[in-house]
């Protein structure tokens, strides 16, 4: 029998992307959806044909507990979260609500269904296991780099706040419940996918509109913050990988590298074949009332317990998303509009 997988944030970037992965592996996926005119819907509807939809809302226990109760799976993947950095800070509660409190809400959706109720469950209890999106951003402060599965979080945004208490929930609901449940803290992982208001994707696609005439300059916010930047298409692997482990572990993904904004609008803009100090304009109307300075990756863990490597190296990455914006914006394609996703 083929493995069932429940994927949250099947409309994002990485749902789109493990859904597909899945697929390959011989899957069926099952992806949640919210709202009642959701136009990223109709395009998961459009492009991922073969993934089955069922309706549920990370705000709304009942709606996770019949979504469960439903789709029966053997994997949950909790992709679904307010993944915005920047919007944390403007909506505090909802990003506390979405991307902390549901973890708490399809954990508890699992054990429900999976009838577990002792708290010293010893051993693996339950057959569903769980994988939860942690981020990078718990880090937030670095005392230390690179940073690896020990080291101390210091998050800088309501947003990484909120990812600590997932990630925590999670390790408490392992040991609690012994269930499996794990989390993959994740650095930037990106493709002609990201949402615009992500700064790759307003770098590639502020060059590919430049170069096209569509846009005379690019205003950006701090050039000199540094990221561990990699490719969605191998990180949604790591996810997999990590729910067919012997053990429920946590394991940090990413490519042991980093590079600064600048360095990043230096790599797109020569993709596009531009000088970017003639159009980038520096704004420090955009920075962040606190940032993260510098994140880089330590995926030992990763490489030796899972076999997983990274395949894409940053500039290639910066190219194909140029590559893509270009193609996009040259074929009268919105990238603001979901109905235009490459
Ligand atoms: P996206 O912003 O592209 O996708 C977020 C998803 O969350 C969307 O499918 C959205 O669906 C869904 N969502 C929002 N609110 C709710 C809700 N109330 N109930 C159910 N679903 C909801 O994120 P990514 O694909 O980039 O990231 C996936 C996950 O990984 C996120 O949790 C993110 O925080 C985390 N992460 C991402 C990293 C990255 O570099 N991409 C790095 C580390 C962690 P809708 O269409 O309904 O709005
Ligand atoms: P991040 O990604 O906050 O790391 O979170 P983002 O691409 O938004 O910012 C990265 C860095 O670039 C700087 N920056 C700008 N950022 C944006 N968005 N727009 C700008 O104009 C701009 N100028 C400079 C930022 O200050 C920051 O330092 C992403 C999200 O996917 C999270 O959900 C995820 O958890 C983390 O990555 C790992």
Redesign the pocket.
């Known amino acids: 029998m083929a493995r069932r997988a429940l994927i949250t944030g099947i409309t994002g970037q990485d749902g789109s992307y493990l859904a597909e992965h899945l697929l390959a592996q011989g899957y069926d996926v099952w992806g949640l959806v919210r709202g009642q005119a959701n136009p990223r819907v109709s395009r998961v509807r459009r492009l991922l044909q073969d993934v089955q939809l069922v309706r549920g809302d990370l705000l709304d226990q009942g709606s996770l507990i019949s979504a469960v109760e439903r789709v029966q799976p053997d994997e949950v993947y909790n992709l679904g ?1 307010i ?4 919007m944390s800070w403007e909506q505090a509660e909802l990003t506390a609500e979405v991307t902390g409190m549901g973890v708490l809400r399809m954990l508890e959706a699992i054990r429900v269904c999976s009838g577990i109720t002792s708290s010293r469950a010893t051993g693996t209890s339950g057959q569903i296991r769980f994988y939860q999106a942690s ?3 718990m880090f937030g402060q670095v005392r230390e780099t690179p940073q690896n599965e020990r080291t101390p979080f210091h998050p800088r ?1 309501p ?2 706040v909120a ?1 600590a208490y997932g990630h925590f929930l999670t390790q408490n609901y392992r040991e609690s419940y012994g269930m499996f449940a794990v989390s993959g803290i ?4 990106e493709s002609p996918r990201r949402g615009a ?4 994707r ?1 770098v590639t696609l502020g060059a590919a509109r430049i170069k096209l005439g569509i846009a005379s300059e690019l ?5 000199e ?1 540094r ?1 561990d930047w990699g490719y969605a298409g191998d990180y949604v692997k790591a996810m997999r990988l990590m729910l067919q482990a012997e053990a429920p572990e946590d394991y940090v993904i990413g490519t042991g590298h980093t590079q600064s ?1 600048r360095e990043l609008v230096v790599a797109a803009f020569e993709a596009a074949g531009l000088d970017w100090e003639q159009y980038v304009v520096a ?1 420090e109307a ?3 009332p606190a ?3 510098l ?1 880089c990756a330590d995926p030992k863990k990763a490489r030796v317990q899972l076999g997983w490597e990274p395949s894409v190296a940053f500039e290639e990455l910066v190219a194909m998303m140029v590559e893509a914006d270009l193609r996009l914006l040259s074929d009268g394609g919105d990238p603001e509009q979901d109905s235009s996703w490459p």
């Open positions: 979260a993944s915005f950095v920047p981020s990078s951003e945004s947003y990484g990812k994740l650095f930037n992982h208001e992500f700064v790759t307003k205003r950006l916010g701090n050039l913050a990221r904004v704004d955009l920075h962040r940032e993260v300075d994140l």
